[in-house]
């Protein structure tokens, strides 16, 4: 099992940047694809990013341009670098590791653009 915690969450104004982390407890870490997600208020939870454990990267066409995942195997870690922030960025964000039919959620951290 893996456990995940996020951080790096905030109030930002448009056109900001935030970069959120992901912490993930256990050994195998790197063999996860890890993603991140997130829910607006009133709306489904959706895909932002994920990143294989080789590093090939898949974004939202909503973020691309935009932001991007990355991913230190070392620090069992995985980020989000989110620039050009928009108002309809702001949700509750959360971090995802999926290992074939295994599948963790962290709790979230919530990210509101705002002016």
């Known amino acids: 099992q893996v456990q995940l915690v996020e951080s790096g969450g905030g109030l930002v104004q448009p056109g900001g940047s935030l970069r959120l982390s992901c912490a993930a407890s256990?050994?195998?870490?790197?063999?996860?694809?890890m993603g991140w997600y997130r829910q607006a208020p009133g709306k489904q939870r959706e895909m932002v990013a994920d990143i294989t454990r080789g590093g090939l990267t898949n974004y939202a066409n909503s973020v691309k341009g935009r932001f991007t995942i990355s991913r230190d195997n070392a620090k069992n870690t995985v980020y989000l670098q989110m620039d050009s922030l928009k108002p309809e960025d702001t949700a509750v964000y959360f971090c995802?590791?999926?290992?074939?039919?295994?599948?963790?959620w962290g709790q979230g951290t919530q990210v509101t653009v705002s002016s």
């Open positions: 995802h590791a999926r290992l074939s039919s295994y599948y963790s």
């Open positions: 256990g050994s195998i870490f790197s063999s996860y694809v």
